[in-house]
């Protein structure tokens, strides 16, 4: 199970840090994504991290200003948002997969709404 928080209503160029916590005893083997989907349009990869942290990946829209993290000790994974801007506008959610499965077979946590206001 898979629990997002930390979005809010924000000003153009401020930074916000959304978490997601999940249950289960072999997170650290999960492959770590964050999407989003802004109303109208189809949900988007944002920024991902590797089982063991070592590798991210970031969307080229958000490439410099967003960035994943994790904790494997405590079942945690982090989306740093910085500068953000309108069309960063849309509910964020947090997937987990191995690494041999597509996203659409993974687990999603409910969204967390981020809305960014100029």
């Known amino acids: 199970q898979l629990q997002a928080s930390g979005g809010g209503l924000v000003q153009a160029g401020s930074s916000l840090r959304l978490s997601c916590a999940v249950s289960g005893r072999t997170f650290s083997s999960y492959f770590m994504g964050w999407f989003r989907q802004a109303p109208g349009k189809e949900r988007e990869f944002v920024a991902g991290i590797s089982s063991g942290g070592n590798s991210l990946f970031s969307a080229d829209s958000v490439k410099g200003r967003f960035a994943a993290s994790r904790d494997n000790a405590k079942n945690m994974v982090s989306l740093q948002m910085n500068n953000l801007n309108p069309e960063d506008t849309a509910v964020y959610y947090c997937?987990?997969?191995?690494?041999?499965?597509?996203?659409?077979?993974?687990?999603w946590g409910q969204g967390t709404l981020v809305t960014v206001f100029s």
């Open positions: 997937a987990a997969k191995r690494i041999t499965w597509e996203w659409s077979s993974g687990f």
